[in-house]
């Protein structure tokens, strides 16, 4: 056996080591505790969906008890705060989370480019790692997008046919009664379902959440989640679509 | 049976690299993979063609030295196996079998499926030592462990440091590894005085080689030891609670 150089497999770190932040930003400096960071702000991020998803389930009971709910959304924490004041707070409280979410995301794909350069020649065979697990990558960019999309469309109002502010109930008829951004919506919406699935079991394993006795209810609880969240959201453009609503 | 092999030839650690394809002829059911090896390689040295390299040591299971992916799985398709104890009997006469080394950018590959494993030596370094007395072992039953918690610490133990969590993870992440020889410890009275002081250390060495776990879960089945993904979520806990402890305790004299 031919003698191998020790120096030309020899094992040197690959990713680069930052100078120590004080307690606890120093948490963040680490891929764990990104991951803490990402299980966070997921969380944050689907007690959202879920609040927007029971919010516009009223467009089902009629364009004034939508635009009311809408206009709630603006005098919530009347008469103790400003009008729009909470509703800021939790605008801003939801922009840090999806920045911070989309931070880590992005600096761990590079450690995990940088730690595993080089895929397999053969093919491989996953046992495990599922098709939405192994497309979070992707499913994340597709959400990100489809949300600036939407803020123009429905919240600014520039990607709208006939934007009218406050007339929620229009604005959404105007545009889900195009069949394309109808069906954007319902692809985009199917994306972030995939993101659930996996992301809502994941960040229990993140934040080591896990005890034998209910490890078989985080999947349950992902699937139940999904579904709970996805179902009504793709509704919407549907049922403009077929004239349900309009 | 007769068995097509498409092995992974590197003659060194730049050397170009490729499949070579191999006949095994008369493999009988009963042998392992890597007997299965030891006859192609007998034929190419017949042929006075250069033998595969491959690592092995024990052929019992217990060293893990001998992981390689096989059509597409680390340590082949066999269940809480590792490769030398990968029966032939799963596999099927007139068979294609592709076998490839582990590949990570801390696994630098030597020759042919041999890869350099020592990033693990790193991790298990930095976890540094555990207070106990030296002398003769005490009596087994002078500290109290809850049958439940040396289970779980036994569990985490039977790790052999095979490679195959990472081999098996497309991020080439080490968290089973390292959360499993992390917290048979962690777990035990007698790792409780360096616990804070190991997690830390051990988290930030294994990410200096190591990727991020994305919990695709890939890893607790290619591990010939079943060790389950439990453990990470432990370690993912007691990393947040370490960084706590050892500001307050000033580190426990951790140099980083």
């Known amino acids: 056996m031919a003698t191998q150089s020790s120096t030309e497999a020899a094992v040197r770190p690959v990713n680069r080591r930052p100078r120590p932040m004080p307690w606890p930003l120093n948490i963040y400096q680490t ?46 924490g009347d008469p103790f705060a400003p009008r729009e004041a909470v509703l800021w707070i939790l605008r801003i409280g939801l922009l840090v989370a999806v920045v911070l979410h989309v931070h880590a995301a992005f600096s761990l794909w590079r450690m995990n480019r940088r730690t595993h350069p080089e895929s397999y020649r053969s093919k491989r065979d996953y046992i495990a790692a599922n098709w939405a697990s192994r497309t979070m990558r992707w499913t994340g960019p597709i959400v990100l997008l489809f949300i600036f999309y939407h803020l123009s469309d429905l919240t600014f109002g520039g990607q709208n046919p006939s934007f009218q502010n406050g007339e929620v109930y229009h604005n959404v008829v105007a545009s889900f009664s195009r069949p394309s951004v109808a069906a954007f919506y319902v692809i985009a919406n199917l994306a972030l379902g995939v993101h659930l699935f996996h992301g809502a079991w994941s960040m229990f394993q993140s934040m080591g959440i896990n ?36 | 049976m007769n068995l097509t092999l498409k092995v992974w030839r590197q003659a060194g650690p730049t050397a170009p690299g490729q499949f070579e394809t191999y006949e095994a002829r008369d493999i009988s059911e009963d042998m392992s993979f890597l007997e299965v090896l030891d006859v192609v390689n007998e034929d190419l ?106 289970d779980a610490a036994m569990d985490a133990a039977e790790c052999i440091g095979c490679g195959a969590c990472v081999a098996s993870c497309p991020n080439g992440a080490a968290s089973l590894f390292t959360a499993a020889k992390m917290q048979h410890l962690n777990l035990l009275p007698q790792g409780q005085a360096e616990r804070w002081q190991r997690t830390q250390s051990m988290v930030e060495t294994m990410e200096d080689f190591f990727g991020s776990c994305t919990s695709h879960g890939e890893c607790q089945f290619a591990c010939p030891k079943g060790i389950s993904i439990d453990v990470i979520a432990y370690m993912n806990r007691d990393y947040l609670k370490s960084m706590s402890k050892n500001r307050k305790l000033g580190g426990q004299g951790l140099t980083t």
């Open chain 2, 45 to 150: 040295n017949d042929r006075g063609i250069e033998p595969i390299a491959f690592e092995h040591d024990c052929r019992e299971g217990i060293c893990g030295s001998c992981g390689v992916m096989i059509n597409g799985q680390a340590h082949g398709p066999g269940f809480r196996t590792a490769t030398c104890q990968l029966h032939m009997r799963l596999f099927k006469d007139g068979d294609s079998i592709t076998v490839e080394p582990w590949r990570a950018a801390s696994f630098p590959l030597i020759r042919d499926l041999v890869v350099n494993r020592s990033a693990f030596d790193r991790i298990i370094e930095s976890g540094g030592f555990i207070s106990v007395n030296t002398g003769s072992a005490v009596e087994a039953n002078m500290i109290p462990i809850p049958k439940v918690v040396s």
């Open chain 1, 211 to 246: 005890s034998p006795q209910y490890n078989s209810l985080r999947r349950v609880f992902a699937v139940l989640l999904t579904i709970a969240i996805i179902g009504p959201n793709i509704s919407f453009p549907i049922a403009v679509q077929l004239g349900i609503v309009g």
């Open chain 1, 31 to 76: 891929a764990v505790g990104k991951k803490w960071v990402m299980a966070i702000t997921g969380l944050m991020e689907i007690g959202f969906l879920v609040m927007h998803m029971l919010g516009n389930l009223k467009i089902y009971l009629g364009a004034s008890a939508l635009n009311h709910y809408a206009e709630g959304l603006r005098e919530f």
